[in-house]
């Protein structure tokens, strides 16, 4: 596995960061239930991990499974045209999405652990079908004939750094409390009015990382 591909893997997780669901919920139960906080949270970020560690295991097992049964038809050659041209099309794409100041960012009914998972099912379902580094990333490491046992520790790591900014806010929180609540009541409103904007920016850069990824292997 060269340098370069993880680099690439580097980045999309990087994006992946950027979630305004996940940062969204985080703050919102920083700033209204510091009693249940850490068990709350942290059954919200494991509910989100494990569902999507286990989506990319399923997506890797089925295209590698597609790649090998077809592969006197299928080459790797045409996956990276495709590829290439899902990169260009998300380029594309990324210059027309319009602005939305309507917050998608779901909020638990309860206090109750419960509540929570479902909470983080809920943010799974609602960012699973516009994932796109996550995609992306799986994508590199299929068309790339990554080895189960390199792949599936880069997807649990991926997983662990998209939840970062969650963990890194929390213990923000916990070592400055209200001294940066006025901070992060801002980021809160700041994150709920401008979820379009960085699913534009998202797009366009990952768009470009699928098409110099690709490129060499057309």
Not at 161 to 168: K, T
Request: hydrophobic share 55%; with cysteine; glycine share 6%.
């Amino acid at each position: 596995m060269g340098t370069d591909l993880l680099v690439y893997l580097g980045g999309l997780a990087l994006l992946d960061t950027l979630s305004p669901t996940i940062i969204g919920v985080t703050l919102f139960l920083i700033l209204t239930d510091n009693k249940n906080l850490t068990s709350r949270l942290f059954s919200y970020l494991f509910t989100v991990v494990i569902l999507y560690f286990s989506l990319g295991i399923v997506m890797m097992l089925g295209l590698n499974y597609i790649i090998e049964t077809f592969s006197n038809i299928f080459q790797n050659k045409i996956f990276s045209w495709i590829i290439f041209i899902i990169g260009m099309f998300l380029f594309v794409a990324s210059f027309f999405i319009p602005t939305n100041k309507k917050s998608n960012i779901p909020k638990p009914k309860t206090h109750s652990i419960f509540s929570i998972v479902f909470i983080g099912i809920t943010t799974f379902l609602i960012e699973a079908g516009t994932a796109l580094p996550y995609f992306a990333a799986i994508g590199l490491l299929t068309t790339n004939d990554i080895p189960f046992y390199q792949w599936l520790p880069i997807i649990a790591i991926y997983n662990i750094i998209m939840i970062l900014p969650a963990i890194l806010i929390f213990l923000g929180y916990k070592l400055f409390g209200k001294w940066i609540n006025s901070t992060l009541v801002n980021l809160r409103n700041k994150i709920s009015n401008s979820s379009n904007s960085a699913l534009s920016w998202i797009m366009c850069i990952v768009g470009l990382i699928l098409i110099f990824n690709t490129i060499d292997y057309l």
